[in-house]
């Protein structure tokens, strides 16, 4: 299973560069190293010093900005890979909303609408003051590794986490020189959930920014719609970790941050608010499977409502394999419906498996490496 999920989002990069035989090649190789060599590979990581770790990990940030100096203008404008213009989406929106204009009338240069959520452009705004909205993936990489740092007490686990997610899931490293946001967002989105679960507690010292952990979540949640499937999730753990009261407060100020970000661009323009536009993409299936969006939403809906009973979302690490499970839903939908559509394996689609690919890692490392994961952040141990 560990497997898998580190394979299905890059089946359709794999399929793009290498073909069918590079699909099959990956899948065995990411199978050997997860099934054969994985009693092997800790035992190098725990053979580290901290300051190892940590110089390791500020290493491959620096080869990481190195590459996206280099092969960013390449892989963005098409010349290889054949382009993506998700980042061009994020610095047009964000641009004519920092303008005070409404950001959604424009197009991508492949004639595209804007898909990504107000709460996705303001969180991309100081990455394109900056210089390019594509800037942010490697910042919220950095931030994850720096989190995982801290709340596990062991660089090293932070240090294998982010060379498993880089070296066993090539998406996320052309994800990276593609400017593609869909990385940030489920990387932003984790780290919000993950804080607002450890300051909640009253015992932390930081718990005074608990609130502002929550406004954080709610900004995130406005980022992509698919998201906000996961809060029947997320309320279901707060209520059993906090109490009732406490959770339907927290959650006031989510919902509040949410619609903050999200109604005045809906309401200057609903008809042109594209967005929801993009939320539709499964309707393109529907001569394969009529209202395919519809079910296919319906579906995972049931998902998160079935896995918030606290039998199953009884702690973070199963707070987030359930948002992985709800969030893998529409990914496989897509490709399974792409694949029935043109007759043969198809995986074009399968890059909206990053949507869960975050959340299902932070699952299992938070199993494997914390002895309490009820929003603990007592130290794990590397196996």
């Known amino acids: 299973m560990f497997a898998l999920v580190l394979i299905v989002p890059s089946l359709g990069i794999i399929q793009r560069f290498v073909g069918s035989i590079g699909v099959v090649a990956y899948v065995l190789g990411v199978g050997i190293i997860t099934i054969w060599g994985w009693d092997l590979i800790p035992k190098y990581f725990s053979s580290l010093t901290t300051r190892q770790a940590t110089l390791a990990f500020i290493v491959i940030l620096a080869v990481l900005i190195g590459a996206f100096l280099i092969l960013y203008p390449y892989l963005d404008s098409g010349q290889i890979g054949g382009g993506n213009d998700s980042d061009d989406a994020l610095d047009i929106a964000v641009t004519e909303l920092l303008r005070g204009h409404f950001p959604y009338y424009e197009?991508?240069?492949l004639g595209n609408r804007i898909s990504p959520m107000p709460g996705a452009l303001w969180l991309a705004a100081p990455f394109v003051l900056l210089g390019a909205s594509a800037l942010q993936n490697l910042f919220w990489l950095a931030a994850l590794g720096w989190f995982l740092a801290r709340v596990f007490q062991d660089a090293r686990v932070s240090l294998f986490y982010?060379?498993?997610?880089?070296?066993?899931?090539?998406?996320?490293l052309y994800s990276i020189l593609t400017g593609n946001d869909s990385l940030s967002n489920s990387i932003y989105v984790t780290l919000a959930i993950w804080g607002l679960v450890i300051l909640s507690d009253p015992d932390?010292?930081?718990?005074?920014?608990?609130?502002?952990?929550?406004?954080?979540?709610?900004v995130s949640l406005s980022s992509r719609a698919n998201f906000l499937l996961i809060l029947p999730l997320v309320f279901s753990l707060m209520a059993q970790l906090r109490g009732w009261k406490e959770a339907f407060g927290y959650f006031l100020i989510v919902g509040a941050a949410a619609t903050l970000v999200t109604l005045p661009y809906y309401l200057t323009d609903p008809g042109e608010f594209s967005p929801l536009h993009a939320a539709h993409k499964l309707g393109q299936f529907d001569n394969i499977l009529p209202q395919a969006n519809l079910k296919i939403i319906v579906l995972a809906g049931l998902a998160a409502v079935i896995c918030a009973h606290p039998r199953w979302n009884h702690d973070l690490a199963a707070l987030f394999r359930n948002c992985a499970i709800v969030q893998a839903i529409p990914a496989i939908a897509l490709v399974t419906l792409a694949t029935l559509r043109s007759g043969m394996p198809d995986f074009n689609e399968a890059g909206y498996g990053l949507f869960y690919l975050i959340f299902a890692l932070s699952a299992f490392w938070l199993s494997a490496f914390v002895e309490s994961t009820a929003g603990s952040s007592r130290r794990g141990s590397l196996p």
């Open 107 to 109: 197009r991508t240069y």
């Open 162 to 172: 982010i060379v498993t997610l880089l070296a066993l899931s090539p998406v996320v």
């Open 204 to 218: 932390h010292k930081w718990h005074n920014y608990s609130y502002g952990a929550a406004f954080f979540l709610g």
